[in-house]
Every structure is written in C-alpha cells, then in structure tokens.
C-alpha cells in the first residue's frame, strides 16, 4: 500500500500510465491469461514483422494494419479477468470471429511461408468487410452488456430446473459417447442416406442430432468446468484411447475430416478457455507445455493431415463401395505418400470461378481460410447489390427453420427440400452465372457476400441486430458455481453446462456464418433444439446410470450401517 506521502509524489504522467497499464492488463501479472496475452502479441509482432519484410506489398501491409488493430481491440476489450468471468461465452464467441478472420490467417499463412492475402482477389473488401463487421459486434455486444448486466443464469432459472447445470456422472458421458457412437453408425453406415441427405424424418433426423455427443467421453478429464468434483478414474486414459480409435475408424468409415478433428477441438477449446478462467492452473512457456504443442503441430501437419488427403483421394467412391472397402482404400491411399503429395499439388495449382484454395493445411484451413470471405465476395460483385433471387433465398432459408406443422398452420409455403438441398455458397454461384451442376456442392459462402447480394450494408444492421440475443442466448448456458450449501463458490467461480461444452466449437465457430441468416435460424430453432437434445440424453443416461450404479450404491451403504454398528 502507498503512504499519503508516496502518493503526493506521483506525478501526473506516472498516474496516467498507471492508470493506462491497469486498463491494458487484461489480468493479474502472472497469470495465465496475462502470459497469454502477452504472448500472442508477441506471436503476432514477429509475424507481421516476417510479412512485412518477406511480402511486402500495400495490400498485404492494409491486412496486417488490420489485423493489428482488431487485436487490439479484442485483447484489451474482451481478454480480461472480468469480461471474461462476467460474459464468458459471449466473449468465446467474439475471440472466434476475430482468431478466424483475423489472427489465425496471419500465424498460419506465415508458417505456410505466404503472404496474408495469398490468392485474394479482392484483399481489400475482405479486411474492409471483416474489419467493419468486428466493429459492428463490439457495438453490439456494449449495447448488449447495457441492457443486460447479470447474464449468466441464476440458480432458480428453468435451466436450472431441468437439469442443464447438474453435473453428469462418468458413466453417463461414457453412455453419452456411446449413444453418439450409435447414432453415427445408424445415420452413415446403416441407413446412410440420413447422413447425406439434408431433410428427411423427424425421427432420423433427431437420431442424426445425437451425433456431437460422441465427443462427450472427452470431457471427462475436465470436470471441474461442469460441477464434477471427483477425480477421474485411474482407467480413464486406456479406454479414452480404445474410444479415439473406435471414433477414428468410425470417421474413416463416413469419409469425414471433421467428424474425426471437430470433436477434439472442442475439447481443446474447452480446456484452452478453463486455463483463461483460471479454472485450470499451469504455466504457459514450460518445457513440457512446449513439447506438447510441438507434438500436437506434428500431428496436426503430418499424420492427421495426410489421413485427412487420403479421405479427399478416395472420396469419389464413397457412394459406389461398402464402409469397409471405403476404410480399406483410405488406409492405402494414406500409405502411398506420393499420391498425397500430388494430390496436393493439384488442389494447390487448380482452380475455377469458385476458388477455394488459401492454406494447403487441410485442418488449419477449417479455423482460418479467408478465401471463402474472399470468394463470396467475387460473386457478390458479379450479381450486384440487393439482388431479388438472393433475398428470396435468405427468406426461405429462415422459414425452413420453423417446424412444419408451424408452416402448415401459418400457410406459409416454404420448400425445405429445395433451399436446404444447396449451401449459401451454392446459390451465390449459381447466380452469379456458375454451371447448374454447382447447386448441391456445397460450396462455403461467407456472410459478407450473401449479405452484400441479399441486403447491401444493411447487412451489417441484421447482424448487429440479430447477435444480442445470441450473446445473451450462449451466456445462458453458465452459471455462477455454488457450493452444496447453495452458497457461491470460493474456488471455480463459474460452472458451465456440459451442453454448452459440447457446442463451444460451434460458438467458437458461429461468425464467420454463410448468411446473417444464421442469427435467425439459432434463435427460431437451433438453441432450443441444442437444450431439448441435450435434456432428453442427459435424462435417459441418468435412468442407465441410476439402475447400473443402484446395486452398487445400495452394498456401499450396506457396509457403512455395518461398520456404524
């Protein structure tokens, strides 16, 4: 503490630094957070420094001013103690779109040995698009912390009520996985037209939405983050990696990257934001932290990317052999490492009107290829502003959310068939003068585009408008820890939902979106989906759990009346 006289002694430049660093310091000194911050800074410093000497152009050093300040704009806003205590889903989701859209590209492409806007066509629109579109978020979310100052759900909320916050047990994440399991082999290898087709039954389709709970067994080293107090069994390890494998070969089977990568980065996620909370405590520059990022770069670039081509290689006969054979020809393919490499060149050297080419890693591409930014745009030049077509489309695509006794009722003639048969992407080509053969490819459109085509700028009021109530929507799904006692916690100040755990690549991921549109679709449908899903599994594997473990509960109770007498 300072005396009277050391503080009369401070002059009026030192207090306004003072004052400047406690703004800037995103948290306390030493911390992860702070380490975190402090080092991506660097990260990015010595990246752009790389850019700049190596491809220096002005459209590469407008991108890199860009990402610069976007940065900083997150990092002092948003990477802070209490922001991120107070809104903490909400923030997860703005880190997405700016590590997307902004950091992410410039790591990757400087690892790639590129430049930011490598195969842009119109470098500019893309970081003058994302630049304005962060600003309009950053709006967006201050209105949303005026109006809402206690986000997070209070005890006596109905989420509360049904169960969301209740800690599962380890079987009932174990039966999770299971039921995930089943229903990925259900929907791709027993009736695989479920998996491929994008209406269908009621019925598949919700056995089709029990997919992402695979991944639940993973989360069970990370307890702490959804009310579980116990340690984790001594056996977990061993039967996580039977699980992977079982997973593994199951992804291999459907002829997917992502059902294999997006699962695990969930969980990475998860424990990348409890370090930030200070759920989880660990050093950020150790030498084992160090190892284990480099192992997981070599996984990342090596094996895994190169299992991921040989899913690209033989994915032209997915539809002519059985899941078997399919497994079988991947396997080959992922052993012939000069196919992989040519089929590489290939992607890397051909192109069309719809180019998608900007990282060759295939996994980091999914996190940060503004190439789809950059090729929505292109389309959206060629078809011009406000386009009628295009606008009829967002329309529909919004309505098609409802349910269909809802449509029926309302007399609204929306075709599901139709418009969820194409991607944004697609139709955006389409329009734009792309073959007819380019709907059903679904090609990746990007928001900027489809919106310019649907709205003009105004699509930057949709999205503005239509984020509040998602950031409100994804800060629901936490509350404040309490102790048995009903008190609030001393340790682990927040208790997430596993729920929301499951999804947090998905919030992670939500922005960049193909449309504004997708702001509509989470609210009609996608939210309310995600917590009635999440409540039915969560309840049935409880029963499970319950008649499993009630004989064993019942001798352990047995023996402690013995041992009282």
Same mark, same amino acid.
Request: charged residues 15%; aromatic residues 14%; positive net charge.
């Given at each position: 503490?300072?005396?009277?006289?050391?503080?009369?002694?401070?002059?009026?430049?030192?207090?306004?630094?003072s004052?400047?660093l406690?703004?800037?310091?995103?948290?306390?000194?030493?911390?992860f957070?702070f380490?975190?911050?402090?080092?991506?800074?660097?990260?990015?410093? $010595?990246?752009?420094?790389?850019?700049?000497?190596?491809?220096?152009?002005?459209?590469?050093?407008?991108?890199?001013?860009?990402?610069?300040?976007?940065?900083?704009?997150?990092?002092?806003?948003?990477?802070?103690?209490?922001?991120?205590?107070?809104?903490?889903?909400?923030?997860?989701?703005?880190?997405?779109?700016t590590?997307t859209?902004?950091?992410?590209?410039?790591?990757f492409?400087?690892?790639?040995?590129?430049?930011?806007?490598?195969?842009?066509?119109?470098?500019?629109?893309?970081?003058?698009?994302s630049?304005?579109?962060?600003?309009?978020?950053?709006?967006?979310?201050?209105?949303?912390r005026?109006?809402?100052?206690?986000?997070?759900?209070?005890?006596?909320?109905?989420? !509360?009520?049904?169960?969301?916050?209740?800690?599962?047990?380890?079987?009932?994440?174990?039966?999770?996985?299971?039921?995930?399991?089943?229903?990925?082999?259900?929907?791709?290898?027993?009736s695989?037209?479920?998996?491929?087709?994008?209406?269908?039954?009621?019925?598949?389709?919700?056995?089709?939405?029990?997919?992402p709970?695979?991944?639940?067994?993973?989360?069970?080293?990370?307890? &702490?983050?959804?009310?579980?107090?116990k340690?984790?069994?001594?056996?977990? $390890?061993?039967?996580l990696?039977?699980?992977?494998v079982?997973?593994?070969? $199951?992804?291999? =089977?459907?002829?997917?990257?992502?059902?294999?990568?997006?699962g695990f980065?969930?969980?990475?996620?998860?424990?990348?934001? =409890?370090?930030?909370?200070?759920?989880?405590?660990? &050093?950020?520059?150790?030498?084992?932290?160090?190892?284990?990022?480099?192992?997981g770069?070599?996984?990342?670039?090596?094996?895994?990317?190169?299992?991921g081509?040989a899913m690209?290689i033989?994915?032209?006969?997915?539809?002519?052999?059985?899941?078997?054979?399919?497994?079988?020809?991947?396997?080959?393919?992922?052993?012939?490492?000069?196919?992989?490499?040519a089929?590489?060149?290939?992607?890397?050297?051909?192109?069309?009107?719809?180019?998608?080419?900007?990282?060759?890693?295939i996994?980091?591409?999914?996190?940060? !290829?503004?190439?789809?930014?950059?090729?929505?745009?292109v389309?959206?030049?060629?078809?011009?502003?406000?386009?009628?077509?295009?606008?009829?489309?967002?329309? !529909?695509?919004?309505?098609?959310?409802?349910?269909?006794?809802?449509?029926?009722?309302?007399d609204?003639n929306?075709?599901?068939?139709?418009?969820?048969?194409?991607?944004?992407?697609?139709?955006?080509?389409?329009e734009?003068?792309?073959?007819?053969?380019?709907? =059903?490819?679904?090609?990746?459109?990007h928001?900027?585009?489809?919106?310019?085509?649907?709205f003009?700028?105004?699509?930057?009021?949709?999205?503005? $408008?239509?984020?509040?109530?998602?950031?409100w929507?994804?800060?629901?799904?936490?509350?404040?820890?309490?102790?048995?006692?009903?008190?609030?916690?001393?340790?682990?100040?927040?208790?997430?939902?596993?729920?929301?755990?499951l999804?947090?690549?998905?919030?992670?991921?939500?922005?960049?979106a193909?449309?504004?549109?997708?702001?509509?679709?989470?609210?009609?449908?996608?939210?309310?989906?995600?917590?009635?899903l999440?409540?039915?599994?969560?309840?049935?594997?409880?029963?499970?759990?319950?008649?499993?473990?009630?004989?064993?509960? &019942?001798?352990?109770?047995?023996?402690?009346?013995?041992?009282?007498?």
């Amino acid at each position: 503490m300072w005396s009277s006289k050391s503080r009369s002694a401070l002059t009026p430049s030192a207090a306004f630094s003072s004052k400047a660093l406690a703004y800037l310091a995103p948290a306390e000194t030493g911390s992860f957070l702070f380490n975190f911050v402090r080092g991506s800074w660097v990260a990015l410093l $010595v990246a752009c420094l790389f850019q700049a000497v190596f491809f220096l152009s002005t459209a590469n050093l407008f991108a890199l001013g860009c990402i610069i300040i976007a940065w900083g704009l997150l990092s002092t806003q948003f990477l802070r103690s209490d922001m991120l205590h107070t809104y903490p889903l909400s923030s997860f989701l703005l880190l997405g779109f700016t590590a997307t859209q902004f950091y992410f590209p410039l790591v990757f492409t400087t690892l790639e040995g590129k430049p930011v806007v490598f195969n842009l066509e119109l470098p500019y629109q893309v970081f003058v698009h994302s630049s304005l579109s962060l600003l309009v978020l950053l709006l967006a979310h201050a209105i949303y912390r005026g109006l809402i100052r206690k986000p997070l759900s209070s005890p006596t909320s109905w989420l !509360n009520h049904i169960g969301i916050f209740t800690p599962p047990a380890d079987l009932q994440l174990w039966l999770m996985g299971l039921i995930g399991l089943g229903a990925t082999v259900y929907a791709f290898f027993i009736s695989p037209s479920v998996g491929w087709e994008v209406t269908g039954a009621a019925s598949d389709k919700a056995i089709q939405g029990l997919i992402p709970f695979s991944y639940a067994p993973f989360f069970i080293p990370f307890g &702490r983050m959804y009310g579980q107090t116990k340690d984790p069994s001594k056996r977990l $390890v061993p039967m996580l990696v039977i699980f992977t494998v079982l997973l593994f070969v $199951v992804s291999i =089977g459907r002829n997917s990257r992502g059902a294999f990568m997006l699962g695990f980065t969930s969980v990475g996620f998860a424990f990348g934001f =409890g370090l930030l909370l200070g759920i989880f405590k660990t &050093r950020l520059f150790t030498l084992r932290n160090a190892l284990l990022a480099g192992l997981g770069f070599l996984l990342i670039t090596g094996p895994i990317a190169d299992i991921g081509t040989a899913m690209v290689i033989v994915r032209n006969q997915r539809s002519k052999i059985s899941n078997a054979e399919l497994i079988e020809l991947t396997l080959q393919a992922y052993q012939d490492k000069e196919a992989i490499h040519a089929r590489r060149q290939y992607d890397n050297t051909t192109s069309d009107e719809w180019d998608e080419r900007y990282l060759d890693n295939i996994f980091t591409a999914r996190f940060s !290829n503004l190439k789809f930014n950059d090729a929505s745009l292109v389309q959206a030049s060629k078809i011009g502003d406000q386009d009628k077509d295009m606008l009829t489309y967002t329309i !529909n695509y919004i309505l098609g959310a409802l349910p269909d006794p809802f449509l029926k009722a309302l007399d609204i003639n929306a075709d599901k068939e139709a418009v969820y048969a194409v991607s944004f992407g697609d139709y955006l080509y389409a329009e734009a003068g792309g073959p007819p053969e380019a709907l =059903g490819g679904f090609r990746t459109g990007h928001f900027a585009g489809t919106g310019m085509a649907a709205f003009s700028w105004w699509y930057l009021f949709f999205l503005g $408008v239509g984020m509040m109530p998602v950031f409100w929507l994804c800060d629901k799904l936490v509350t404040p820890a309490r102790t048995e006692n009903g008190e609030q916690s001393t340790g682990t100040s927040l208790r997430f939902s596993l729920c929301g755990l499951l999804a947090i690549t998905a919030i992670f991921q939500f922005l960049p979106a193909e449309s504004v549109a997708a702001t509509a679709t989470f609210l009609m449908r996608g939210w309310l989906q995600m917590i009635f899903l999440y409540v039915v599994i969560f309840q049935a594997t409880r029963f499970i759990s319950n008649v499993f473990e009630g004989p064993k509960k &019942r001798g352990v109770a047995r023996h402690v009346r013995v041992a009282q007498r």
